[in-house]
């Protein structure tokens, strides 16, 4: 599955953005997905994942994410969205989104837990 992540850019501190994830001429309708996001000199970090019907969605710990990120999917478009929101400059990053068959528990929090990666798509936020 080739996924391709879209939607990055600059913004100021307070905007937001809509990142969309995509699988060009192919139905990713069976895979769960995931956003991952990766600042300069720092782990991959979990922000948030839905399941295959998208009755299911999860967000990472971070204190970073909690109410201002929100995943949906439509499976009719092929398309996973997350609308990020009050974005602050720690929200800097390079954003990942991953597809897995059969993730669970923990797996679906770290990124070992996902087959297919997209390459990524640069967020920037200025302050």
């Known amino acids: 599955v080739q996924l391709q992540a879209s939607g990055g850019g600059l913004v100021q501190a307070g905007g937001s953005l809509s990142l969309s994830c995509t699988a060009p001429?192919?139905?990713?309708?069976?895979?769960?997905i995931g956003w991952f996001r990766q600042a300069p000199g720092k782990e991959r970090e979990f922000v948030a994942g839905?399941?295959?019907?998208?009755?299911?969605?999860?967000?990472g710990d971070s204190d970073f994410v909690k109410g201002r990120f929100t995943i949906s999917r439509d499976n009719a478009k092929n398309t996973v969205l997350l609308q990020m929101s009050s974005l602050k400059p720690e929200d800097t990053a390079v954003y990942y989104c991953a597809a897995t068959l059969a993730c669970s528990g923990y797996g679906c929090y770290a990124d070992w837990g996902y087959e297919h990666w997209g390459q990524g798509t640069q967020v920037t936020v200025s302050s």
């Open positions: 001429g192919y139905a990713f309708s069976n895979y769960g």
């Open positions: 839905i399941n295959w019907s998208g009755d299911n969605t999860y967000y």
